[in-house]
Every structure is written in C-alpha cells, then in structure tokens.
Nanobody, 116 residues
C-alpha cells in the first residue's frame, strides 16, 4: 500500500520560513519523480515544484528564489523549504509521487497559513 505522509505545516508570520516533509512508503522511492502542489480556498490545485529521480528541479514562477525542493532517497523523503513566505502562499500543500503515464499518488495534505 502506497502512503505519502506530509508534515511540517503550520502558522507562520509573513517573511518567515517553514520546511515541509513528505515520507513515502510502498514505492521504490528513488525511481519516482516527486512534486509539491498547493490548493488555496476556492482555487484549483496548482503545481509548486518538482524534482525528478535524477534530481532535476523545476518551480512555478511565484516561488522561484524562495522555495527549494529536495529529496533524500535514503530516507524516502522529499522536502520543500519555504523562505520569505507571503500571505498568498497560504494553502494546503500536497505531496505527489509520479511516473508519467504509469503511476500517480497523493498525500493527505498539510495546511500552511501565512498571517500576522
């Protein structure tokens, strides 16, 4: 059974930082690409960042220079370091494991709230 378990969300002031973690089980983690998505209230889920099995990364424009995605294959974990957080970063953040055309798995989400 595949499980993706996110952690690290919470309430933070504007300008602050958080690090999200996503621990995977039930898959051969090292061969999967991983991604973080987010969904704000009343809005569609949107892609935030991706990291391939070989470590190539990609980010949506609004988080470039502030967020960093990384992975630790020994721990079956993907991270999202979020710095200089803004109120518009407030959302539920979801972890995603995928192989194009083959598999697609989701975590349950973790809430990030940026507010003073």
């Amino acid at each position: 059974q595949v499980q993706l378990v996110e952690s690290g969300g919470g309430l933070v002031q504007p300008g602050g930082s958080l690090r999200l973690s996503c621990a995977a089980s039930g898959i051969i983690f090292s061969i999967y690409s991983m991604a973080w998505y987010r969904q704000a209230p009343g809005k569609q889920r949107m892609l935030v960042a991706t990291i391939t099995s070989t470590g190539n990364t990609n980010y949506r424009d609004s988080v470039k220079g502030r967020f960093t995605i990384s992975r630790d294959n020994a721990k079956n974990t993907v991270y999202l370091q979020m710095n200089t957080l803004k109120p518009e970063d407030t959302a539920v953040y979801y972890c995603n494991a995928y192989q194009v055309g083959r598999a697609n798995y989701w975590g349950q989400g973790t809430q990030v709230t940026v507010s003073s």
